[in-house]
C-alpha cells in the first residue's frame, strides 16, 4: 500500500509544487491549484490523511474538482477546508471510488462546491467499507444531479453522521438535496440540521435507496 502523505512546503521554498502556506508563518497546507484544470490524483492502493488543510478553487472538466481517487485505501480529513471546487462529472471536492479503507470526516468544511453536470457537489463515493462525518459543515453546496452536497453508492458498512450541519445544499435536477445514499449501508444521523435544502424531486434534505437501516437522532430538518 502507498501512503500519501501531504506536507507543508515552506513559504521560501523554491520547490514549484502545488502544495504552499497560504502566508509566511501559516500552519496549514493549501491545495490550490489556481483555477487549472487539473485535480489532485491518486494511484491504486494510496491512502489519504489530510489534517488543519486546505483544497479551494480547483477545477476539473470531469470527476473530482480538488481530489480523485480511484480503487484507494482510507481517507481521511480532520479539521480541514474544501470548498469553492468546480467539477464537470461527479464529485466537486472529493472523487473517491472503491475506497476500501472508507472514508473519515472531522470538524471540517465542505462548501460551495459545485457539480455541472452529475452527482454529488461536495463528495461522491462509490463502494467503500463506510464513512464517519462528524463536526462537519456542508454548506452552499450544488450538483446538477443527485446529491447536492453528498451521493455515496454501494456502501458495505455503516454511514454515519454527527454534530454536522447541511444548510443551503441544492439538487438542481434530481433527489436528495443534502444527501442521496443507495446501497446497502446503513444510515445513523444524530445531532445534526438540515436547513434550507432543495431538489426538484423527492427528498428535500435526504434521499435514500437502502436495504438496511436507516435511523435519526436529535435530527432536525428546517426550511
Do not use: W
Amino acid at each position: 500500500m502507498v501512503e500519501v502523505l501531504i506536507d507543508l512546503i515552506p513559504c521560501d521554498s523554491d520547490e514549484d509544487g502545488v502544495l504552499k502556506c497560504n502566508s509566511c508563518g501559516c500552519s496549514r497546507t493549501l491545495i490550490d491549484y489556481g483555477h487549472l484544470t487539473e485535480e489532485l490524483s491518486l494511484a491504486e492502493a494510496s491512502s489519504l490523511h489530510l489534517s488543519d488543510s486546505v483544497l479551494s478553487s480547483n477545477t476539473s472538466g470531469e470527476d473530482g474538482g480538488a481530489l480523485y481517487a480511484l480503487d484507494g485505501d482510507a481517507f481521511s480529513f480532520d479539521m480541514s477546508t474544501i470548498s469553492q471546487n468546480i467539477s464537470g462529472g461527479y464529485g466537486a471536492g472529493l472523487y473517491l471510488y472503491e475506497f476500501t479503507g472508507g472514508l473519515t470526516i472531522t470538524d471540517s468544511d465542505m462548501s460551495s462546491n459545485t457539480v455541472s453536470s452529475g452527482y454529488g457537489g461536495a463528495i461522491y463515493g462509490y463502494g467503500s467499507s463506510g464513512a464517519a462525518i462528524s463536526g462537519t459543515t456542508f454548506d452552499d453546496n450544488t450538483s446538477k444531479s443527485a446529491g447536492g452536497a453528498m451521493r455515496l453508492d454501494y456502501l458495505y458498512d455503516t454511514v454515519s453522521i454527527s454534530d454536522s450541519t447541511f444548510h443551503n445544499n441544492s439538487s438542481q435536477n434530481s433527489h436528495g438535496g443534502a444527501l442521496y445514499i443507495k446501497g446497502y449501508t446503513d444510515l445513523d444521523v444524530s445531532n445534526t440540521d438540515f436547513t434550507n435544502n432543495e431538489t426538484r424531486y423527492d427528498g428535500g434534505a435526504i434521499y435514500v435507496i437502502s436495504y438496511c437501516a436507516t435511523r435519526f437522532e436529535d435530527v432536525a430538518f428546517l426550511s
